[in-house]
Structure formats: structure tokens, C-alpha cells
């Protein structure tokens, strides 16, 4: 099983700041079969990112994946008041499915 | 659009077998032959954790850890997903979801989630 650890687990920023989050795989991920999901609470999570770098529908720009094998990170440039959530990756290479503990996004 | 709505049960007593339905509107489960129709749970206060799926075709794969107690089915004719948990215990206490899994275009993999239902808190108490 491939397991998912991300950092921190914990983020506490302000509106306009960039939020960088982190995600490691405990093995290569291929061809970077890795998605981003945003929960908050009482919500079904919502994909964000698919494919490591793709944007889902109507996902607004100022959110970005990128990474590869390993280490993949997800960018939140310019923080908005709506965007405190838990965050979590996904990795969609190999069974099962595994997602990872989440980070706790906090917009002051 | 399409939507998912889930329903079902949510006071079980251990040993009970666990019953969810999950309907898709605006579409149908055989819609697309590579979507894979799966279950995802979230114990209070954790993470998310893939259940199992199956494809439209009835080809179903489970988390190992569950694959014992777990069975999930597509009924096309009355467009619904279930999910069938047996011998429930506190550990399975979860808000649990169905979801669409799609596979990435012309890469070998499984599946991202980009479709959810809107959640059933399941509660295993005697």
C-alpha cells in the first residue's frame, strides 16, 4: 500500500497570502497519478487537482499542483477567505486507493 | 448535471450488516464503461478511506483490509450503487460516501473522485 504523508498539518495564513502544501509518497507514484481534494466541514470533499497538475471544472486558477514520483505539492496563491479547508492528496497509481491524513488550512 | 444522492440506515448494533443505496440523476451508472463507482468513508474526526468500487459491469475490487466483509453492486435497471458491510463494528462508525471514479486519459492507473454524494454518517453503537 502506498502510503501518503502530508505538511504540515496545520496552516495558518492571511487573504492574499500563498499557501504551499505538502504531500509524500511512501513509494514512486507513476506518471504522477496523484488528485487534490478540498473538505470543509460537514461537505463532501471537492477534487481540485487530477493528474498531479490538472485543474478540475471550474477550479479558479490560483490553485496549482505539481511534483512528481515522490513528492508532490499543492499552491494556493493568493489565499481567500472561502479557501479554509482541510486538504488532502490522493494517489490513484496503485490498489488500493489511499489518501492522506490532510492538511488544516485556516484563513485568519 | 449529474448529481449523486445516498441514503440509508444510519444506527447499526455490532454484528449488523451495514446496507447504503446511492442513486446517480441526470446520468446513469453505465453512462461510461470506464467510470468506477466507489465508496469512501470518513471516521469522525480522520481521514478518508477507499472502501471498494465496481465498474457497470459488475467487476468489483475492495481494500484488502475490508474485502471479507464487504460487497458492492450496480443494479443498471434501477440505476443505484450499494454497499453491504457485514459484522459492523464501532471501527466502522463513519460518514460514508459514494463517488465516481474516472481513470486519467491514456495512463494505465485506477481512479480520482470527481463526483461525490452528499454523505451518510453510519453510527455502530449497541
Known amino acids: 500500500e502506498i502510503v501518503l504523508t502530508q505538511s504540515p498539518g496545520f496552516l495558518s495564513l492571511s487573504p492574499g497570502e500563498r499557501a504551499t502544501l505538502s504531500c509524500r509518497a511512501s513509494q514512486s507514484v507513476r506518471s504522477s497519478l496523484l488528485a487534490w481534494y478540498q473538505q470543509k466541514p460537514g461537505q463532501a470533499p471537492r477534487l481540485l487537482i487530477f493528474g498531479a497538475f490538472t485543474r478540475a471544472t471550474g477550479i479558479p486558477d490560483r490553485f496549482s499542483g505539481s511534483g512528481s514520483e515522490t513528492d508532490f505539492t499543492l499552491t494556493i496563491s493568493r489565499l481567500e477567505p472561502e479557501d479554509s479547508a482541510v486538504y488532502y492528496c490522493q494517489q490513484f497509481d496503485m490498489s488500493p486507493i489511499t489518501f492522506g491524513p490532510g492538511t488544516k488550512v485556516d484563513i485568519k | 448535471q449529474v448529481r449523486l444522492h445516498q441514503w440509508g440506515a444510519g444506527l447499526f448494533k455490532p454484528s449488523e450488516t451495514l446496507s447504503l443505496t446511492c442513486a446517480v440523476y441526470g446520468g446513469s451508472f453505465d453512462d461510461d464503461s470506464d467510470d468506477f463507482w466507489s465508496w469512501i468513508r470518513q471516521a469522525p474526526g480522520k481521514g478518508l478511506e477507499w472502501i471498494g468500487g465496481t465498474d457497470s459491469s459488475g467487476r468489483a475490487h475492495y481494500r484488502p483490509t475490508l474485502k471479507s466483509r464487504v460487497s458492492i453492486s450496480v443494479d443498471s435497471f434501477k440505476n443505484e450503487l450499494s454497499l453491504r458491510l457485514t459484522s459492523v463494528t464501532a471501527a466502522d462508525t463513519a460518514v460514508y460516501y459514494c463517488?465516481?471514479?474516472?481513470?486519467?486519459?491514456?495512463?494505465?492507473?485506477?481512479?480520482?473522485?470527481?463526483?461525490w454524494g452528499q454523505g451518510t454518517l453510519v453510527t455502530v453503537s449497541s
Open positions: 463517488a465516481r471514479g474516472r481513470p486519467m486519459q491514456y495512463v494505465s492507473g485506477w481512479y480520482y473522485f470527481d463526483l
